[in-house]
């Protein structure tokens, strides 16, 4: 897919013209092309360690949660294809049976209590413990990313504890909820229609990329988006995709000294109590 002009962008081709005069200037652009090259051979490197054409979705969700991971795991722990459950268990009627599933799920280690179970193994997190999710495809057509959108929208109307985050640490960008993320490889969708669909569910998605074109969309449901932009109009980037990904990750996320999850566990025992 071509970049597009429909967002507000920073162009290769405006790079191109701009003249770094200063010494300086080089130098961060020298540093910048560095830093963003790595963190690609990492997802390489990731992609080549797990990454499995005979299993479903190539194993993009171990693929990806290996990544993130690298750059995120002092600070969350990581689940595949996990399931979650909010405090009013309202994903019952919001999903079908086993939609409320995701294929990465990033959650804060310093939830108390920290309770993630299997069954059949299938990881079942409380929704209050996660930091983001981020649905995989290894390319992605108009109706997968309709068909995500959607299921963003329906994970969108589950319920926060209400005591989540007692004590965060975090910049002004940081917002307490899950960020939503949207990744794929390659994809096979026009211009216009992504265009369409991402203002169509501009509320309900933060993040898109897709990686072999190194294109990022960020939502301005993100206060970074909002405040860098001046304007409610989706940002986008067609250059160094997966490290505008991480540090718009790492601007929104707050580093909650406690994440409280009681609340959905009372819930749990109150309804089984004879």
């Not at 309202?90 to 990465?104: A, I, M, Q, T």
């Not at 965060?168 to 229609?193: C, K, M, Q, W």
């Not at 294109?215 to 067609?238: D, E, H, N, R």
Request: aromatic share 12%; glycine share 4%.
């Amino acid at each position: 897919m071509r970049s597009t002009r429909k967002f507000p962008t920073i162009s290769k081709e405006m790079r191109a013209m701009r003249k770094f005069d200063t010494k300086k200037e080089r130098e961060a652009v020298s540093v910048l092309e560095a830093v963003s090259r790595d963190i690609m051979n990492e997802f390489e490197e990731s992609k080549k360690a797990y990454y499995d054409p005979n299993t479903k979705g190539g194993n993009y969700e171990k693929v990806v949660s290996s990544f993130l991971e690298k750059y995120f795991g002092g600070m969350l722990d990581f689940h595949e294809r996990a399931q979650i459950l909010d405090v009013s268990l309202d994903y019952v009627d919001v999903f079908p049976r086993g939609g409320n599933n995701f294929d990465v799920v990033a959650t804060y280690k310093t939830a108390v209590p920290k309770v993630v179970f299997t069954i059949k193994q299938t990881a079942f997190v409380p929704l209050d413990s996660v930091a983001f999710i981020v649905e995989v495809k290894q390319d992605v057509s108009k109706s997968f990313l309709e068909a995500d959108l959607k299921k963003l929208k329906k994970f969108s109307d589950l319920k926060l504890g209400q005591d989540r985050m007692a004590l965060t640490v975090g910049g002004e960008f940081a917002v307490n909820r899950p960020i939503r993320i949207l990744l794929y490889y390659s994809d096979r969708i026009d211009e216009d229609e992504l265009d369409a669909l991402l203002n169509k569910y501009i509320n309900y998605w933060d993040i898109l990329i897709i990686l072999q074109n190194d294109q990022i969309w960020v939502s301005p449901s993100l206060p970074w988006a909002a405040g860098i932009l001046k304007t409610p109009k989706i940002f986008y980037c067609p250059i160094h995709a997966l490290f505008h990904g991480i540090m718009t990750i790492s601007t929104s996320i707050p580093a909650p000294i406690r994440v409280n999850t009681e609340e959905l566990f009372h819930k749990l025992l109150m309804i089984g109590e004879p």
